[in-house]
């Protein structure tokens, strides 16, 4: 499938980070991880740390799937309210699954830390909008129960956010807990960092048949090479269909635009907090380290990657006109537009771990907005299930959860 547009940023921005070799040969592994996008980096990284031989096979080159589109916005709150999440699946799970995520961002910056390179990683602040007066309500209930859980969000009402920024809006919250990266360039330093650990990366190697066996799985490439490892996990998002009888996901197309960088950007408060609002199909924005600012969202049902595609420079105008709305005072000129497709889940809720129909395998699908902090808790839950540990959230995401 044709995941993103031919001109997402950060490949751009960024450049050829680094190259790895096509798979030319005949491998065993204990664990082969399929896809080197976010999710199999931050995967293969976490297995290689806990001495775990794992081999990454990615039919395109690494991080250039749904990984270049991404936004990576990173944040606890999920595309399902914690008030929602609590009907659908009581109090216990919605809160764990809540403060699961806080704590995997936590845990991002942690592993960001301890990695060479600059991939834009920074702590924000992330402040959620209400569109309309009748929001208000919702996000009052929201801000009581995320306070309950000991989760730091501050209530803004419409005169302190008017203080703070250039716009109005009848009320927010301001959640501390929340972080941006670039996704692409965090991709290649995890691979990087776990290459030199023993990590075996192979892109341009196009796997053409899986065959689950007695004591583990075969992987046949299209070029004639076998690979046999003990286990596989699938990171490979929104194509994972493909391996599944009953998709588990709805695929959304998603649209961003970028802007030339800027030396200030009134209005927006100092820390440049991430910004998102209630309504839907809702508005997200952030900024880079270079002043540049990205806004997304205009999220429509997925047909095909070229209907998506034409409706790229209409989708961009609507999203500049709504920045525009809320800081008048900053010229936006466009510099980079593009399209992807991520998929959401019932829940709102990622699918990690076994499925019945694939044995000797585990699945990271970090489906919805929150994919990367959803894939950051995949690689744990699936070393931990490796490794023989009992992994506190692994029920909260798993296939049969509503069972």
Not at 326 to 332: E, S, V
Not at 379 to 386: F, G, K, Q, V
Request: contains cysteine; hydrophobic residues 45%; charged residues 25%.
């Amino acid at each position: 499938m044709d995941l993103v547009s031919n001109s997402p940023f950060w490949p751009i921005n960024d450049g050829l980070i680094a190259t790895y070799p096509r798979l030319d040969r005949n491998a065993t592994c204990r664990v082969a991880v399929l896809g080197g996008g976010i999710t199999g980096a931050l995967v293969a990284h976490c297995l290689t740390e806990a001495g775990i031989d794992a081999i990454v096979l990615d039919k395109r080159d690494v991080g250039t799937g749904s990984t270049a589109a991404s936004t990576a916005l990173l944040q606890y709150e999920i595309d399902t309210s914690l008030a929602d999440l609590t009907e659908m699946r009581g109090v216990d799970q919605a809160a764990r699954a809540y403060l699961a995520c806080r704590d995997a961002i936590n845990g991002l910056q942690q592993l960001a830390a301890r990695l060479p390179g600059d991939f834009g990683f920074a702590r924000k602040k992330s402040l959620y909008l209400a569109s309309k007066k009748k929001d208000r309500k919702l996000l009052r209930k929201e801000w009581e129960m995320r306070r309950a859980l000991g989760l730091e969000v501050d209530w803004l009402e419409e005169f302190d956010i008017a203080e703070r920024f250039a716009f109005r809006r009848p009320a927010a919250l301001l959640s501390h807990d929340a972080a941006h990266v670039d996704a692409y360039a965090f991709a290649h330093a995890l691979l990087a960092d776990a290459a030199s650990r023993g990590l075996r990366v192979f892109d341009r190697t196009d796997v053409a048949a899986i065959e689950p066996t007695s004591v583990g799985v075969t992987l046949r490439t299209a070029d004639g090479c076998v690979v046999r490892a003990d286990k596989l996990v699938f990171a490979t998002g929104y194509e994972t269909h493909a391996f599944l009888e009953h998709p588990v996901a709805r695929l959304v197309s998603t649209f961003a635009v970028v802007s030339e960088p800027h030396e200030a950007l009134n209005g927006w408060g100092e820390d440049r907090c991430l910004i998102w609002e209630h309504a839907r199909p809702y508005l997200y924005l952030r900024t880079t380290e270079d002043g540049r600012v990205i806004v997304g969202g205009e999220d429509e049902g997925f047909r095909d990657p070229r209907r998506r595609d034409r409706l790229i420079p209409r989708k961009a105008e609507r999203l500049v006109a709504r920045f525009r709305d809320l800081f008048p005072d900053i010229i936006f000129e466009p510099a980079f537009a593009w399209a992807g497709t991520f998929g959401e889940t019932d829940d709102g809720l990622a699918y990690i771990g076994e499925h019945p129909d694939w044995p000797h395998a585990y699945f990271a699908l970090g489906y919805g907005g929150n994919g990367i902090t959803f894939s950051f808790l995949a690689a744990e839950i699936i070393r931990d299930a490796l490794l023989g540990r009992r992994n506190d959230s692994a029920d909260l995401f798993r296939f049969n959860r509503c069972d």
